[in-house]
C-alpha cells in the first residue's frame, strides 16, 4: 500500500522522497510554459519564506534542547540556515534565467540574419518577419523574468529581515555576502 502523501505545511517544507534532476536545455527556454514552470517550482521557497523561518527556529531550537546543536543562538542559526537555502536558490534561479535569456537572443540573432539575407520571395520574408516577431515576444517575456526575480528577491528579502533583524551573513562566507550585499543595494550580483 503506497504511503499517504504528505499534505499541508509539511508538504512545502519537507525535502522531496524522489528529487528530479532537471536539464535546462535551449528547448525549455523556448517553450515558455516549462521555463515558468520551473521557475515556479524554485520560488516556492521564497513564496514560503516565513514558515520556513518558524520551522527552521523550532528545529533548531528542538535541537538545543537535546544538545545536539552547534554552539549559538537558536534564531541565529536558523537565520543562517534560511539565509544558505535563500542564497543556493537565488543563484540557481539567476543561472537558469540567465541562460535562457541568452538563447533566446541567440535565436533572435540568427531569425534577425535569416531575415536580412532573404531577398526577392515575399512570402519567405513574411515568414521570416513572423518568425522573429514570435522570437521578439518570448525574448520580452524571458527577459521580464530578470525583473521578476528582483522583486521576489526584495519581498523574501524584507519578510527574511522582518524575522532575523540583526543577521548578516559570516565574512567568510563570499558567496553569501555577495548575494547579501546585491539584495540590500536591490541589484543583481
Not at 499534505?7 to 517553450?31: D, E, I, R
Not at 531550537?61 to 543562517?80: F, T, W, Y
Not at 540568427?110 to 539575407?117: I, N
Not at 521578439?136 to 524575522?163: G, P, T
Request: hydrophobic share 35%.
Amino acid at each position: 500500500m503506497p504511503s499517504p502523501p504528505l499534505l499541508g505545511s509539511l508538504a512545502v517544507q519537507a525535502p522531496s522522497l524522489a528529487p528530479q534532476l532537471v536539464y535546462v536545455s535551449p528547448a525549455t527556454c523556448h517553450n515558455l510554459s516549462l521555463f515558468k514552470d520551473l521557475l515556479r517550482e524554485y520560488r516556492r521557497l521564497d513564496d514560503t519564506i516565513t514558515m520556513r523561518l518558524n520551522r527552521s527556529n523550532a528545529q533548531f531550537r528542538d535541537r538545543n534542547r537535546v544538545g545536539s546543536n552547534k554552539k549559538g543562538n537558536v534564531q541565529d542559526l536558523a537565520c543562517e540556515y534560511v539565509w544558505k537555502e535563500l542564497v543556493e536558490n537565488w543563484k540557481r534561479r539567476t543561472e537558469i534565467v540567465d541562460y535562457c535569456v541568452d538563447v533566446v537572443d541567440q535565436s533572435m540573432n540568427e531569425k534577425r540574419r535569416v531575415l536580412e539575407g532573404q531577398h526577392g520571395d515575399a512570402r519567405a520574408q513574411r515568414k521570416a518577419q513572423a518568425d522573429l516577431f514570435a522570437e521578439e515576444v518570448k525574448r520580452n517575456q524571458v527577459h521580464n523574468e530578470l525583473s521578476v526575480e528582483r522583486i521576489i528577491r526584495n519581498r523574501s528579502l524584507d519578510a527574511f529581515q522582518s524575522r532575523c533583524r540583526y543577521f548578516t551573513p559570516p565574512m567568510n562566507d563570499v558567496e553569501a555576502r555577495k548575494w547579501w550585499n546585491a539584495a540590500q543595494s536591490q541589484e543583481a550580483p
